[in-house]
């Protein structure tokens, strides 16, 4: 299915059902928003395939990959902002709903669960308002990740640094050898 250059251009959100999550990203079928004065257009405009749609902004690691696999099921609805185009790839900013009255931008949630990093937003002019707003969204999600040591983001404690220290030294493997071998004479 082809998107209009206009629609990304002017950034329109579009809504659409999940079909599949693969590491190359989201493939989604658009629904249209069906209006009585317009049906007659929307008609024409039918959706013949699947959109393989990319979280903007976020390079996403396997966690990511599988926590999303985990909320986000088929043929969940979902709404998808358009912000640029890369090979057969559309990347979103991407929108699902939690319940009534609540919803949650993946984009966000992953980097606020540390499962994937901030990357420049491809498709958006650097100098355009939009694109410092989403950006500065996501450096804040990410943000949040990395204060409380979430995901990517985690550190090992003191006592864990110490043990690994103490496991790897030479001196400490020397005397496991000799333990070893004192325990196999005896």
């Excluded at 699947?50 to 976020?58: K, P, S, T």
């Excluded at 390079?59 to 990511?64: H, K, R, S, V, Y």
């Excluded at 409380?148 to 864990?160: A, P, Q, S």
């Amino acid at each position: 299915m082809e998107i209009p250059v206009e629609f990304i251009e002017k950034n329109v959100k579009l809504r659409g059902r999940l079909h599949r999550i693969s590491e190359r990203g989201l493939e989604i079928e658009h629904v249209p928003i069906t209006l009585p004065i317009i049906s007659s257009l929307q008609r024409r405009w039918n959706s013949d395939g699947l959109l393989l749609i990319r979280l903007a902004g976020v390079e996403l690691t396997p966690d990511g990959t599988v926590w999303l696999k985990e909320e986000v099921k088929p043929p969940q609805m979902m709404w998808f902002q358009l912000l640029g185009r890369k090979d057969s790839a559309l990347d979103c900013l991407v929108v699902v709903s939690k319940g009534r009255f609540s919803s949650i931008c993946l984009n966000e949630e992953i980097l606020r669960r540390g499962l994937g990093k901030t990357v420049r937003i491809d498709g958006l002019a650097h100098e355009s308002q939009i694109y410092w707003k989403l950006h500065k969204r996501l450096l804040r999600a990410e943000l949040k990740a990395v204060r409380k040591n979430k995901g990517i983001w985690k550190e090992e404690t003191l006592i864990e640094k110490l043990k690994e220290r103490i496991r790897n030294n030479r001196y400490m493997q020397k005397l496991k050898q000799f333990a070893t071998w004192l325990s196999t004479r005896l």
